[in-house]
C-alpha cells in the first residue's frame, strides 16, 4: 500500500473544508444581473437579508456561529481565477459570445464578497444582513445560502460513522436516479427539457455535482439543459442557465417616488433588461407584486418577451394563465416559453409536463428536491434535519427604502406590512391565493 | 491537486487485477476439512470438476479462457503470509485457541494451489477439473467458484461507464441496507443470529467485504455471527464460521467397498470429525445422500451433536423433521442449533425464523443473495447477466471412483446415472422432492 504523505500532512493543516471555493460557485443569474447592475445601478445601496422561514428549525443552535463565520470570512476571501476568466469570456452563453462586458469582467476580476452582519436572535435564528453597493451585495446571495444549507448537512451528518455515510449517499443516489428514470420516460413521450436550478439549497457542494452529473449522464443532451451554477457549468463543460431574480423589481419598486412609478416599476426592469439582453434570456419573472395584477397593466411590447417564469402559482394554472392572455394578445404561445421552477419534484414535472406539452414550449428548473432530497436516506432512523429548510436571502432595503415582494402567494410576502398593503392597494389582490411553502 | 505518481506508474505495470490475493480468502470450513483430511488422508487422491447448473449461461462465451487462466494462475502463486499465519494460530474459533495444528500450519505455510485442467466445451461451458491430493485439491473449490463468478460480473460491467457503474453500486448498496433493516425488525421481535456464507457466489471480493461490513455494522455483535470468509475475518475483526461440506460424505461413500460400508461412510465422516472437533462445530450435514435415511439409519449417538444443517429440503419443514427427531431421541430441541442456509433471502429468513423461533436455536448463512444480489441495480435496463448463476465445484472422483451426491431435492443429484440408482437402492429415497434450484 503506496501512501500519499504530502497530500495526507497537507490536509492536516486545513483549518476548515471551505464551502465556497470560487467565485462562479453562484447562479448564473447572478452574473447576468450584477452586470445590469454594474452597468445601470452602480451608486445603488442595496441590504440583503437571510431569512429562513423554516422556523421550526432553531438554526442557530444547529449551525456553529463561530463555524459559520470561517466559512463566510473564507467565501470573502475567494477571487475570479484565471482560467474561470478564459472560460467566462470565451464560452458562448444562450447562444451569444461575450455576453459579459470587458469593464464588467475587469470589476469581477477584482471582486470580493463585501463584509456581513450577523448575529443570534433569542429565537434560535441568526440575523445575517449584507449592506452595500447593490452589485455587491447581490452577489452574496448565493453563497450564503449555500454555506447555510450546507453548515446544516454537515451538523447533521457528524454524528454518522464512516459506514452510516456510505449507506445515506447510496441511498441517495439510488433515489435520484429512479427520479431520472422517471424523467426518461417522460422524454420518451414527448418534448422536455430539465436543467438544474438548486444551488442555494443544495445538501452540499460534490453532492450538487453528483446531482448534475447524474441528470446530464441520465437525460442526454436533447432533455438536459444544464445547471445554474456557473462553476458546475464550467466542470462539467455543460450551459450555464438562468436569467433574472426578483430583487429587480423589487428594488425598482422600492425607488419608486410615486404609487404611479410604482405601478410601473416591472415593467421598467424589463426594459433596462432589454437593454443588457435578448433571446432566451427575456422571460417575465411576473410575480413579485403578483401575475394578474402584472399582465394586465403590462405593455404591449411585454407580450413580445420570450417567455415568463411562473414562480408562486400551481405550475398548471399558472402557464394556462399566461397562454391565454399570449392568445389573447394575438401572439402564438407555441412560440413562447414557460420556465417553471418553482419547489417542483418529479411528479409534479411529470404532472405540469403531461398536461402542458404541446401548448407551448416548456423547460424545467428543478431546484431543492434535485440538489437536496434525502428524505428516507438515513440508515439510522432520525433523518428529519437533513430535510431542506425555506431559506433565502432577500433585498430589504434599497438607498434606505423597505423593499416588498408579495408574489402570488401571500405566505410568501416580505416587507413592512404598511408596505405592503400599500403595493397591495397598487396592484391589486387579483388571483392570489395563500398556499404553504415546503422549499 | 497533488497526484500519487508513484501510485498511478505502478497501477499501470499490472498486467491483471488479481481476484485471489490470499489464501485466507476462502470458506473456513475448507480449512477445517483440509485438516482433517490433511491427518487422515493424505493419501487419497480425489477430484473436483465445476459444473455451471445454470446452463442457459454460457459462461465460455462470457468469460475470456485467457483472462481464467491468468486468475487461475495468479491464484497458484499466492502462499500464506506471516501475518495470516500468526492471526490463524493465534485468534480463538468457536471459543477455541489453536484449533489449527503445528503440522496442518506447517503444511498450509508451503502449500499452494495445485494444477488444474481447463478446456471449453462445444456447449459454451467450461470443463475445469482439479485433480491430485485431496488435502490440495479441495482448496480450489472456493478460490474457482470465487473466479468464475467474479470473472462474469467484469465481463458484464466492462461495457459501464464510470458513471452507471456508480449507481449501480449504489443501487446495490441501499438494496443490501434494505435487508439489513429488515433483519433489524426481525431480531427485535426476538433472537436473530446471521452470518456470511456468501464467498463461492459473490459478485466480488470487494463487494463482499462491502457487504459483510454492513451485516457487522446493522446488526451488531448480538445478531451477526461473522463471515466463512477467513480473510474478511481477520480484515473486519469478527469471526469465521462454518464446520463441513458435503465432499466428506461423497469421498467416504465412494471408498466404500460394500453397500453396508456405503450405508455407514455418512457416521463414519462423524466419527472422524469428532476426532478433530467438537462443540458448535459438530453440525450434521445430513443430506448427502438423503436426510430422511440417515436419520433413520443414524446411530444413537449422532442425536448427542450440536445441531445439523438442512441444505436441500424447505427450511421450515426440514427443521422441524429435526426438532421431532430430537424429541424422539429424548433430547431437547432447545439445546440444539439449526444452521438454515440453503439459498436464503430476507423473505424465506423472516417467514423461516419466525415460524421457528423459540422451538430451537437457529442461525442463518446467508450466501448468494446477501454477496450478489443485483436485480434491479443496472442503472440502463439489461441486467440479466449480473443476475447469480447456479455454479459448483464438486467431488467427481475418489481414488478413481466416482462420487455421487442425492440431496434431498434429486434436481440437485450429481454423478454417473448407475452409481446414483446403487446409492438410491442401499439410501432409499424416503422424504425426497424435486424443487427447482436457483443458486
Redesign the interface.
Known amino acids: 500500500m503506496?501512501m500519499?504523505i504530502?497530500?495526507r500532512v497537507?490536509n492536516h493543516t486545513f483549518k476548515i473544508d471551505p464551502i465556497i471555493r470560487s467565485v462562479l460557485d453562484t447562479d448564473f443569474y447572478k452574473l447576468l444581473m450584477a452586470q445590469m447592475i454594474f452597468k445601470l445601478h452602480r451608486e445603488r445601496r442595496v441590504t440583503f437579508g437571510v431569512v429562513n422561514r423554516s422556523r421550526t428549525v432553531r438554526l442557530a443552535d444547529v449551525i456553529d456561529e463561530r463555524e459559520l463565520r470561517e466559512q463566510l470570512d473564507h467565501a470573502r476571501t475567494v477571487g475570479l481565477t484565471k482560467g474561470e476568466e478564459i472560460w467566462l469570456t470565451g464560452n458562448t452563453f444562450y447562444g451569444r459570445k461575450q455576453i459579459f462586458e470587458p469593464a464588467f469582467v475587469d470589476w469581477l476580476r477584482a471582486f470580493r464578497l463585501p463584509d456581513y452582519d450577523l448575529r443570534r436572535l433569542p429565537d434560535g435564528q441568526f440575523e445575517l444582513h449584507f449592506d452595500g453597493p447593490w452589485v455587491e451585495t447581490t452577489m452574496w446571495e448565493v453563497p450564503a445560502l449555500a454555506i447555510l444549507n450546507e453548515l446544516k448537512s454537515r451538523a447533521v451528518m457528524r454524528h454518522m460513522?464512516r459506514?452510516?455515510l456510505?449507506?445515506l449517499?447510496?441511498?441517495a443516489?439510488?433515489?435520484l436516479?429512479e427520479k431520472v428514470?422517471r424523467l426518461r420516460h417522460l422524454a420518451a413521450e414527448g418534448p422536455l427539457k430539465v436543467g438544474d436550478f438548486g444551488t442555494r439549497r443544495r445538501h452540499g457542494f460534490l453532492w450538487q455535482q453528483w446531482a448534475v452529473?447524474?441528470l446530464k449522464?441520465?437525460l442526454g443532451e436533447e432533455v438536459f439543459t444544464g445547471t445554474s451554477n456557473v462553476l458546475l457549468a464550467m466542470r462539467l463543460d455543460t450551459e450555464a442557465i438562468g436569467t433574472n431574480a426578483h430583487e429587480l423589481p423589487m428594488v425598482y419598486a422600492a425607488l419608486a417616488n410615486t404609487d404611479e412609478e410604482l405601478r410601473e416599476a416591472p415593467y421598467k426592469v424589463l426594459r433596462d433588461w432589454e437593454s443588457c439582453y435578448s433571446g432566451n434570456l427575456l422571460i417575465v419573472l411576473p410575480d413579485a407584486f403578483g401575475t394578474t395584477a402584472f399582465r394586465r397593466d403590462a405593455p404591449e411590447w411585454v407580450a413580445d418577451w420570450t417567455g415568463a417564469r411562473p414562480d408562486s402559482k400551481p405550475p398548471i394554472e399558472g402557464t394556462r394563465e399566461w397562454i391565454a392572455w399570449w392568445h389573447a394578445k394575438g401572439r402564438n404561445p407555441k412560440d413562447k416559453l414557460i420556465i417553471l421552477s418553482d419547489g417542483l419534484d418529479v411528479d409534479t414535472i411529470e404532472s405540469s409536463i403531461r398536461a402542458l406539452r404541446g401548448d407551448v414550449r416548456l423547460a424545467v428548473g428543478w431546484g431543492t428536491k434535485l440538489t437536496n432530497d434525502f428524505r428516507g436516506c438515513a440508515?439510522n432512523s432520525d433523518d428529519g434535519l437533513l430535510a431542506p429548510i425555506s431559506v433565502v436571502c432577500k433585498v430589504i432595503e434599497a438607498d434606505g427604502r423597505p423593499c416588498v415582494k408579495i408574489s402570488d402567494n401571500p405566505e410568501k410576502a416580505t416587507g413592512p406590512q404598511a408596505e405592503i398593503d400599500r403595493y397591495l392597494r397598487v396592484f391589486g389582490s387579483v388571483g392570489m391565493a395563500r398556499n404553504p411553502v415546503e422549499v
Chains 1, 2 share one sequence.
Do not use: I, L, M
Open positions: 503506496t500519499d504530502a497530500t497537507y460513522g459506514f452510516e456510505d449507506v449517499y447510496a441511498r443516489k439510488a433515489k436516479w428514470e452529473s447524474a449522464d441520465g440508515p
